[in-house]
């Protein structure tokens, strides 16, 4: 038996998947302004559709499944844990460009969210820590960010977003969308 998914109606596993009453919020949105430079803290930014965060260094390939990545705050300080550091640790050091709160993050893969009134994100896959984590958090940080390292999503459509917006899943994402890359 293959393994249930969205369109399956006959399994439990599909309904489970199907239902995700939570709403989110934004907490954190960070700009690349430059490679290898630390991002900036802005209070919102706008979104450009089927491209990245306007001024943010990032040039992803239109209809590209890395436009933008997501962490989940609640990890921030499972990070921190690992290191054995006292407090979590700051988004701006995971180079992530959104912080959100309230939502299991990997239960959004494959589906479609909104943040705020305008910005909808079709959530392609995972967002996999890099060895530049062992620089930016120390010996460790690589692994610490293992299972914590996000989401990547591709902009569906763009709009301006605000730090405090409610993030709240839309739909199963389309199917090219998901698709693996």
Same mark, same amino acid.
């Given at each position: 038996?293959?393994?249930?998914?969205?369109?399956?109606?006959?399994?439990?596993?599909?309904?489970?998947?199907?239902?995700?009453?939570?709403?989110?919020?934004?907490?954190?949105?960070?700009? $690349?302004?430059? $490679?290898?430079?630390?991002?900036?803290?802005?209070?919102?930014?706008?979104?450009?559709?089927?491209? $990245?965060?306007?001024?943010?260094?990032?040039?992803?390939?239109?209809?590209?499944?890395?436009?933008?990545?997501?962490?989940?705050?609640?990890?921030?300080?499972?990070?921190?844990?690992?290191?054995?550091?006292?407090?979590?640790?700051?988004?701006?050091?995971?180079?992530?460009?959104?912080?959100?709160?309230?939502?299991?993050?990997?239960?959004?893969?494959? $589906?479609?969210?909104?943040?705020?009134?305008?910005?909808?994100?079709?959530?392609?896959?995972?967002c996999h820590p890099c060895s530049r984590m062992e620089?930016?958090?120390g010996p460790g940080g690589y692994n610490a960010m293992r299972g914590?390292?996000?989401?990547?999503?591709?902009?569906?459509?763009?709009?301006?977003?605000?730090?405090?917006?409610?993030?709240?899943?839309?739909?199963?994402?389309?199917?090219?969308?998901?698709?693996?890359?």
């Amino acid at each position: 038996m293959a393994f249930p998914f969205f369109g399956d109606n006959k399994s439990t596993i599909a309904g489970l998947l199907a239902t995700l009453p939570q709403q989110g919020r934004l907490e954190w949105i960070g700009l $690349r302004p430059a $490679r290898r430079t630390a991002l900036l803290a802005v209070p919102e930014a706008e979104v450009l559709t089927d491209q $990245r965060l306007a001024g943010d260094h990032a040039s992803p390939k239109p209809s590209g499944k890395r436009q933008l990545t997501l962490i989940q705050y609640e990890h921030l300080g499972a990070v921190a844990g690992f290191l054995g550091l006292p407090e979590p640790v700051a988004p701006g050091r995971l180079r992530r460009n959104l912080v959100v709160s309230g939502l299991n993050l990997l239960a959004l893969k494959g $589906r479609q969210i909104q943040i705020g009134d305008e910005v909808l994100l079709d959530i392609t896959g995972e967002c996999h820590p890099c060895s530049r984590m062992e620089e930016e958090l120390g010996p460790g940080g690589y692994n610490a960010m293992r299972g914590h390292g996000g989401l990547t999503a591709h902009i569906a459509q763009g709009g301006t977003i605000r730090v405090g917006d409610a993030v709240r899943v839309v739909a199963p994402a389309p199917p090219e969308a998901a698709a693996p890359a």
